[in-house]
């Protein structure tokens, strides 16, 4: 038995014209002999709706009862997916969560699946039926309904792709693979073929919206090959895979860039041990996220400047945060809420010597200014001014030669 | 433990306002004492969206995934109640059928449920929980969903009266109780305080929109007293009883009308065994429901006038099924779609003698012609112009002193 698993995302079942096309391609592979082992999201919209009830009752909602309320979405969408194929003649019926039955751990509206029991999807499939399974839904060890947390289809895919051994995933999307870089912003970015893991993990944080960063993570560990692709038109998608499938014929496999970072800079912090940490204490708290840090080294000893970015949105608070907090003295706050984060990312670097300055060198001919560096394994990131950030995108993508 | 059972259908749950007032309701009857147990039907307009989304698939979908479908609408309000409940305080959690478990048996969508699963529902009431259980629904001996069909919830209610052993079983509605007659169409109607089953029954398939006669009947099987009450009004309901609760002061205790009536008169048809089966038969397999019958004693042996009434929405396809019926012969086809039927309703006419007599006769006042006559035990039914509907609704309701 070839098992494939599909999973359609919330705009590929978004309406009934879009319910008949996902069945449409589910019987194109039951006829090249696949067996379909099918995973749908909520139609897109209906979870949002759902989440807007319970916050008109109130913003803390029991998280248990939050489970049991936005889970109805995927129930309606499997139903329906299955009604439908169904209706053209194929055996098909939706399973639930706790029909399979798929076991969780951890928090309500954040747990992980644990395990998944094989035996009556698996006899399902011998007899030739099509099971459209409930993503982002389990029960725990209470019986209860659980979620997986926003794009948790994407995980309840993998999962099953893990236990039932599946020869291949396919995650339908509303875009059609992961490209160099934003398509909508820079019209020449270029489809990628194969990705690695960990390229495409750097490319999900840093803004690709293509998959969650767990389900990528997930999906890593467990060695799955995925393939992103569009529901909507029929196109080669991007392969998601081990590092050593990919070819290592570019450097760099794409650029990243975030639009609303904002750059703070403490001056003349008061320089002694764990310095840093009172400073980010109270961030971390308040569930703010500190992405690119930068101390520079005192002259005198005795005082020091200390750079870092956060989400634009969470500007308002960290500032009150950091002039309310009692342990550290600092001379000035200076706020620059127009900076972008643009990052290259590849594999290749790894072997690659010359990387860092040959895109110093491209952002450098075009006179953009680097405000913050930082660097990984497969990434070098760098802040600059938002105003630059097409005519950055062009240049590396020439540079480190993208489109061809 | 005094537990209550109390139901709120779909308009008493019809939006997040009217959950915070059904929680409040909820809230009056723990701090009397009570261990209410919560049945909740889905929130109005949900289940004919879901339907809707079906119907644009096909008109035939299947019914096991129709009932995963349709039974999303329950979930929903079920965990918004018992959020609610969480949010002001109280200790309270939704109940899947699933997860009760509530077992049904039977055709998928037209479902009823053969037992209720005791234990876990009841060790949660010990622990002083509030349970929120979703109407409507059940799985059967294969663990699918499956649904009691329209009005479904009402008769949830009634079984877990029945199982839990519940001392009261309150049915919140939109209307705040039985009417001697449909106040709408008269302003004088008046409540009804107490009402036995049987005089429910008769009213309910007569028109009275309260309850599904078949939760009437599990009622009136499981010996259940119910209470109807409005959720909007704080005001006494109606009472449904054994016969014998009912204090016999009254020999009618309402007038129940129908609006929509045709009736049509075969003349001349060839008079012998098995005429009227020849002519009911193809009305019964195309669904249609034939009320009121009555055959005219042949003068000359050979020939007879039948005449029959049915839902005006029948009437054209009635005429061509007759029509084109080849087992039977007929002089002339007459129709009248302006009728109505009216019927008084009483186990009090069971002893009393010349209820009929009364209702002819003051029917007979107000110049007001009878077209057709059908009695039972506890009713008696005459079929007038629809015109005089109004008139005659008047006329009764003196003549039995409902106003009183």
């Avoid at 990705?195 to 767990?214: C, F, H």
Wanted: aromatic fraction near 6%; proline fraction near 2%; charge should be positive.
């Amino acid at each position: 038995m070839k098992i494939i698993v599909l999973k359609f995302g919330g705009s590929s079942v978004g309406n009934i014209k879009r319910i008949k096309k996902v069945a449409n391609i589910i019987v194109s592979y039951k006829k090249k002999g696949y067996s379909p082992i099918v995973v749908s999201s909520a139609m897109s919209g209906t979870t949002n709706e759902l989440i807007k009830k319970s916050k008109v009752i109130t913003n803390n909602f029991t998280s248990s009862e939050y489970d049991v309320l936005v889970s109805s979405g995927e129930q309606i969408a499997c139903s329906l997916i299955a009604g439908r194929l169904n209706d053209i003649g194929y055996k098909s019926r939706s399973w639930m969560g706790w029909q399979v039955p798929i076991f969780t751990e951890g928090a309500h509206s954040s747990s992980r699946i644990t395990y998944i029991d094989k035996k009556k999807i698996m006899d399902y499939l011998r007899h030739g039926g099509i099971p459209v399974i409930a993503g982002f839904q389990g029960i725990n060890s209470d019986d209860r309904l659980t979620t997986l947390g926003r794009g948790g289809s994407d995980a309840s895919a993998i999962m099953c792709s893990k236990f039932f051994k599946a020869k291949r995933c396919i995650i339908y999307t509303d875009v059609d693979g992961v490209y160099t870089t934003d398509p909508n912003t820079f019209k020449r970015a270029k489809k990628i073929k194969v990705i690695s893991y960990e390229e495409m993990l750097e490319m999900a944080s840093l803004g690709a919206k293509v998959m969650q960063p767990t389900s990528i993570q997930d999906a890593r560990l467990n060695r799955i090959d995925i393939e992103v692709k569009s529901s909507f038109v029929k196109k080669d998608g991007t392969k998601i895979t081990k590092r050593k499938n990919v070819i290592a014929n570019k450097i760099i496999r794409g650029i990243s860039f975030t639009k609303n970072d904002a750059k703070l800079t403490l001056l003349g912090v008061k320089d002694k041990p764990g310095i840093a940490a009172s400073i980010f204490k109270p961030l971390s708290y308040n569930a703010i996220n500190v992405d690119m840090v930068v101390q520079n080294i005192s002259a005198d000893g005795k005082t020091t400047d200390l750079t870092f970015t956060i989400k634009s949105d969470d500007l308002i608070k960290t500032q009150r945060l950091i002039r309310k907090n009692s342990k550290i003295s600092f001379r000035d706050l200076i706020v620059d809420k127009n900076v972008s984060k643009i990052s290259i990312i590849g594999v290749g670097m790894i072997a690659t010597p010359g990387v860092t300055y040959r895109m110093f060198q491209a952002l450098a001919k075009k006179n953009i200014n680097i405000l913050v560096i930082s660097t990984s394994e497969i990434k070098i990131s760098v802040l600059i001014n938002k105003k630059n950030i097409k005519k950055a995108i062009i240049a590396l993508h020439k540079e480190f030669k993208l489109n061809k």
